[in-house]
């Protein structure tokens, strides 16, 4: 399901986009201020984004630029100005279409729809798909070595995206602390299995609800760790 984040800060336009979009099956977030939307399409991972040119706090025009240093998502501009002016600047910072208000939901709808299906094909044609594994809600690109739970990215070290991305490669089998160690830190283990134990917490302090009752990395007392599915 396609993600998209509207920065809109007139509510009823916002609301009326957003429902058009998830009648049709997006998912869609709402941010009706300029700064905090720039601060979540910068730092959260969103198929398009749609922008209002007249925002409090951050403008239109700069949360394309900065989106567009860093990402080639595609980018809807909407404004109730009908400028040529506003229509050539927002396409030239990097937006790949501008629609105007008034504008009919079913067009903007299609217009997504297109993009999205554009954008699709190139990343397609260009690149191969990354490796991902996905698991109850946790996902994990490991070409990318990122790791979202629940659609929210969390930061791992090195060796605890190893870690984890081992077990879930390996689901319901139970290792031994030092058959982990070996195999993450290339190495027999010589009394420091004990940094498995802590890189384990440190995990399961990322992707469990409730670190006494873990969901995903289950202890097999006397034995080590697996798992589940």
Known sequence: MSKVLIIEDEVAIADLEKDYLELSGFQVEV??????????????????YILDLML???????ICKQIREVKNTPILMVSAKKD???????LGLGADDYITKPFSPSELVARVKAHLARYERLIGSSQPANDVIEIRGIKIDKTARRVWIHDEEKQFTTKEFDLLTFLAENPNHVFTKEELFREIW???????????????????EKIEINTAKPQYIETIWGVGYRFKV
């Open 186 to 204: 290339d190495m027999e283990s010589i009394g420091d299995i004990a940094t498995v134990t802590v890189h384990i917490k440190k995990i399961r």
């Open 31 to 48: 941010e009706n201020s300029g700064d905090v939307g720039l601060d979540r399409a910068l730092h959260e991972e969103f198929d398009m």
């Open 84 to 90: 040529d002016i506003d229509k050539i600047r927002g």
């Open 56 to 62: 409090p706090g951050v403008d239109g025009f700069e």
